[in-house]
């Protein structure tokens, strides 16, 4: 993650959704997370975890993340990004793509109570 805007983003805090693909059931994973930095213009946000074993079959599923900040007039910002992470077959990643329109769309209903009661707060 990048801060591509003119101001440092201040109190950055976020969610992760992770979602099965058939969007039958609440999310199977929840993740919270912050920075307690301000996140300057053009500096990476260095997040990640390479400490996972995948095996040689893993499903799709769609990733979902929720951002707020503030900047420096104390004015918050929302952002959420919808992505689908493609699975494993054969012992093949199939990496991350972004979600399609239609993909966004169901994923803003399916979890719009989340995602409501995450920017209210």
Known sequence: MVNIGIDPACDLEGKVFVVDSDLSAPPKWTIDFSMGNDLANQIPAPWGNDTVTLGREAPAFYVVMAIKYWDRRHTQHDQDFFTRWEGVREGNVLGFRH??????????????????AFHEN
């Open 99 to 116: 979600a399609t329109k239609e993909q966004r769309e169901q994923l803003r209903k399916h979890l719009c109570e989340e995602l409501e």
